[in-house]
């Protein structure tokens, strides 16, 4: 499974990739305001930042909810580098300009997808990647992982090549748990993917061994 950060904090994309298991990284508007980007040219200078920090996929996410808004903004945003993930909603015009993007080579990630079909289409777009956010659907008591296993079950039924981005990833476990059912990418924030390091019987066998040496 690909690892993707959750985040537009470079010191965290940083540290993410120094720990040599980061495959790329997902932004979106709300993670670019949290770090102060404002402007059409600064958040263009912050993508292009962070694709030389990391060496996969960037989404870098359409603010325009109209079919020409969209693929105008979407052109712009693949120009900036080759790294570059159009991310673009699950709307009616979002999925126009999915196939659209798919048709002209450049790569997508459609996000805020919260149902099986909304994968579907996703997926019969051309979708690069589509975006299933299971924390936000377990934030009102339903099972965010279900829509993974049933979108799992979809794209292989059919072949679709839509690689499956967990997405609003809250902890270690939806991390496991996706891993499990299949995911291909789970996108986290930092302290997701550093919890996976700790065990407290790993503590206490290195200060043993320390101990002893
Ligand atoms: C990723 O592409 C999404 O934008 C992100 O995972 C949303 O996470 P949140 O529900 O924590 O805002």
């Not at 985040?7 to 994309?13: F, K, S």
């Not at 700790?198 to 290195?206: A, E, R, S």
Request: glycine share 8%; proline share 3%.
């Amino acid at each position: 499974m690909k690892f993707f950060i959750d985040t537009a904090n470079l010191a965290q994309i940083k540290e993410a990739q120094e720990l040599g298991v980061l495959d790329g990284v997902t932004t979106n508007p709300s993670l670019m305001a949290k770090e102060g980007i404002k402007g059409a040219a600064n958040i263009k200078k912050h993508y292009v930042d962070i694709c030389n920090i990391v060496t996969g996929d960037v989404s870098a996410e359409v603010i325009g909810t109209e079919f020409s808004e969209m693929v105008k903004e979407g052109e712009e945003l693949a120009a900036l580098h080759k790294q570059i993930v159009v991310k673009v909603p699950m709307i009616r015009d979002g999925v126009k300009a999915i196939k659209y993007f798919t048709e002209k080579g450049i790569r997508t990630n459609c996000t805020l997808v919260f149902s099986a079909g909304q994968a579907l289409l996703a997926a019969k777009a051309g979708a690069t990647y589509v975006s299933p956010f299971i924390g936000r659907l377990d934030d009102v008591s339903t099972d965010g992982l279900r829509l993974i296993d049933d979108i799992r079950i979809i794209y292989d039924n059919y072949g679709y090549e839509t690689q499956i981005l967990a997405a609003s990833v809250r902890h270690p476990m939806h991390i496991i748990d996706c891993a499990k059912l299949g995911a291909d990418v789970a996108t986290c924030p930092l302290s997701a993917i550093v919890a996976l390091l700790n065990h407290p019987l790993t503590d206490k066998g290195v200060a043993q061994f320390l101990a002893d040496a």
